[in-house]
Each structure stands twice: as structure tokens, then as C-alpha cells.
């Protein structure tokens, strides 16, 4: 089964709610996609090991069904998400959380998102317009980048700066990015991955590594030319 832009915009989101509480109800709200999108999201995730099933929260009797685990948690409405204790040696990728039925594999997501997102969905260059600022242009680079560089937006009407478009990974982007600080930070490295200069690459690795998997290594900067 193929992965589509959303399913990566709802592995994020699941990084970005970290120990929260929550319900497919919710994440289709704040993702501005429907429920049922949100359940076939979670499930193409989990194939492609962007999402890992969390065998200790379902009952074994079907830890081997995705879609009767998801279910027979759905009336619960709620996702807990509380790390077990682990050995220092254990893998990271084996923790566990207690009671949530899906939760993100930090290790294939970073990996994912650093080094085969982009060419999955790759950035696409639109007129000049108005929108929410993305890439380096986002709240994530404050500060870092000289007034004058290139502004970038996902073209939105409620948007306040005027730069050269970016077609957003999914068209709820803008408005799940409004709703979320920290997933609009990630989403907006993304883009700098994808559109951004050299440098702006370089910070954007380093940076999103670091949100999605902070016990991985820094990535190695090799040469990059913008």
C-alpha cells in the first residue's frame, strides 16, 4: 500500500503530542482530515514502519490483526502515552508505552523524514503569494537568517507574509501547522529540506533529528551545495 503525504502529517503529529492524551476524533480535528482518513492513515504507517504497534497495550489474542487491535481500542477513546522502564542497554526503539495502541518508530521516522521524505514528496516552487511562512521563513529560524532572504508560505487567506509559495506536503498543512507549535516547526524544517540552501538544510537536519529521535546521533554533515 502506497504512503501518502497525510500519513506522514500524522506521524508527525503523534511526535509532536509526545506523553498527550489522544483520540482519532482529535487527531482528525487538529489535522483537518476525517476519521476514518486518520484510522487508514495510522494503519499505512504502521506497514511502513513509520508507526509502531505496541504489542503490551493489546490483548495477544489480537496482536496479530492491526486493524481488530485499533478497533478494539477505539471505544476506549483515549491513548495513553507512558514509557516503560527499560534497561540503559535496551534499544530505544523497544520501549514501550504502557497502554497506546500505535506510537511513532522514532529510529525509521527520522531516517524517513531526513533523508527519503523529500524525495518522496518533493518540494514544489509556486508564484509569489500570501501565506503561513515555511522553511526558513518559519518561527523555527527566528532570528538565525538576515532580514532580506527569500521568504517562503504556504499560499493560505489568513496568511500574513507575502514570499514565494510552497505547495505544502498536504493541503491541511497550513491549518494543522496554526494548531500545532511544534508540529508547524517540524513541518517547516521539512520544507527546508526540501526547498531550502545549503545552510538552511544543514540546520533543518540537524534540527529535526533531534525533535524526532533526540537519542539518535547528530547527522553527519556532509557536503552540501546550495
Not at 62 to 70: E, F, K, P, V, Y
Not at 158 to 167: A, C, K, P
Amino acid at each position: 500500500m502506497p504512503l501518502k503525504p497525510q500519513d506522514f502529517l500524522v506521524a508527525l503529529k503523534l511526535v509532536a503530542w509526545g506523553a498527550q492524551r489522544w483520540t482519532y476524533a482529535r487527531l482528525a480535528l487538529e489535522l483537518g482530515i476525517s476519521v476514518s482518513e486518520a484510522h487508514a492513515c495510522i494503519k499505512r504507517g504502521l506497514q511502513a514502519g513509520l508507526l509502531s504497534q505496541n504489542y503490551a497495550a493489546i490483548p495477544l489474542s489480537l496482536a496479530g490483526d492491526i486493524n481488530s487491535a485499533m478497533n478494539a481500542q477505539e471505544p476506549m477513546g483515549i491513548y495513553r502515552v507512558t514509557r516503560k522502564r527499560v534497561r540503559r542497554s535496551a534499544s530505544p526503539d523497544n520501549e514501550a508505552v504502557a497502554d497506546n495502541a500505535v506510537r511513532p518508530h522514532s529510529h525509521n521516522l527520522a531516517e524517513f523524514a531526513l533523508h527519503g521524505a523529500k524525495y518522496a514528496f518533493p518540494g514544489v516552487r509556486l508564484p509569489l503569494s500570501v501565506g503561513v511562512p515555511t522553511s526558513h521563513s518559519a518561527p523555527a529560524f527566528a532570528g538565525v537568517f538576515a532580514p532580506g532572504s527569500t521568504d517562503f508560505v504556504w499560499p493560505h487567506p489568513n496568511g500574513s507574509v507575502r514570499g514565494v509559495g510552497v505547495e505544502p506536503l498536504h493541503p491541511s498543512v497550513p491549518f494543522a501547522a496554526m494548531q500545532d507549535a511544534k508540529l508547524y516547526e517540524m513541518l517547516a524544517l521539512f520544507d527546508a529540506l526540501r526547498v531550502g540552501k545549503a545552510r538552511e538544510r544543514g540546520m533543518a537536519l540537524e534540527r529535526l533529528q533531534a525533535l524526532i529521535d533526540p537519542s539518535a546521533p547528530k547527522p553527519v554533515k556532509g557536503s552540501m551545495h546550495g
